[in-house]
T-cell receptor, first 119, second 110 residues
């Protein structure tokens, strides 16, 4: 059973960059899946942010694309998200997940981490 | 405004069968498969259905999915109190080159 655990600051100031890392256990990042980020604002629905392959190939949500940077570190079996110029609208629970492109956005999920954007 | 449209709420009594709809367009559900997720209060979503009607290991056969044209449905038979949760559909969108989700349906077990 793959395990995913995100890490990063729970509080980010407006206009700064949100940075999260997802560490994957019991499964190799190189094993043919994509790896993605999904967020959920408080009391609202799920929003896909983007997905990345171990080669570095990415897909991004068009509404966020200009602010999103994703990377992967196969030596550490982890992948990362950076979201720039954050506002209060970016306050959400952020999940990392394993993904099969065009088949499903996530099968195994992390527990989620709340990131609040506030001064 | 979600790309996929779900009813905001649904309800049923224990033992009943309920269905939740998910409506999309040709570029998403019309061309690609649908997956479904169950989110219990305060927890991460759980993978429920993929490829329109396939259940991951461990998901009870009370949960079933179907797709027709640009719409999909999730059916829950033998409704149980522990099924009370939010349910989300998702599909790949060829126009957006990304995943789209429904807005979610809150299922209440009366």
């Amino acid at each position: 059973q793959v395990q995913l655990q995100e890490s990063g600051p729970g509080l980010v100031k407006p206009s700064e960059t949100l940075s999260l890392t997802c560490t994957v256990s019991s499964f190799s990042l190189r094993s043919g899946y994509y790896w993605g980020w999904i967020r959920q604002p408080p009391g609202k629905g799920l929003e896909w942010i983007g997905s990345i392959y171990h080669s570095g190939s990415t897909f991004h949500n068009p509404s966020l694309k200009s602010r999103v940077t994703m990377s992967v570190d196969t030596s550490k079996n982890e992948f990362s998200l950076k979201l720039s110029s954050v506002t209060a609208a970016d306050t959400a629970v952020y999940y990392c997940a394993r993904c099969r492109i065009t088949i499903f956005p996530a099968d195994d999920w992390s527990q989620g981490t709340l990131v609040t954007v506030s001064s | 405004q979600s790309v996929l449209t779900q009813p905001p709420s649904a309800s049923g009594t224990p033992g009943q069968r309920v269905t939740i709809s998910c409506s999309g367009s040709r570029s998403n559900i019309g061309t690609n498969t649908v997956s479904w997720y169950q989110q219990l209060s305060g927890t991460a979503p759980k993978f429920l259905i993929y490829n329109n009607n396939q259940r991951p290991s461990g998901v009870p056969d009370r949960f079933s999915g179907s797709k027709s044209g640009t719409s999909a449905s999730l059916a829950i038979s033998g409704l149980q109190s522990e099924d009370e949760a939010d349910y989300y559909c998702a599909s790949w969108d060829d126009s957006l080159h990304g995943w789209v989700f429904g807005g979610g349906t809150k299922l209440t077990v009366l």
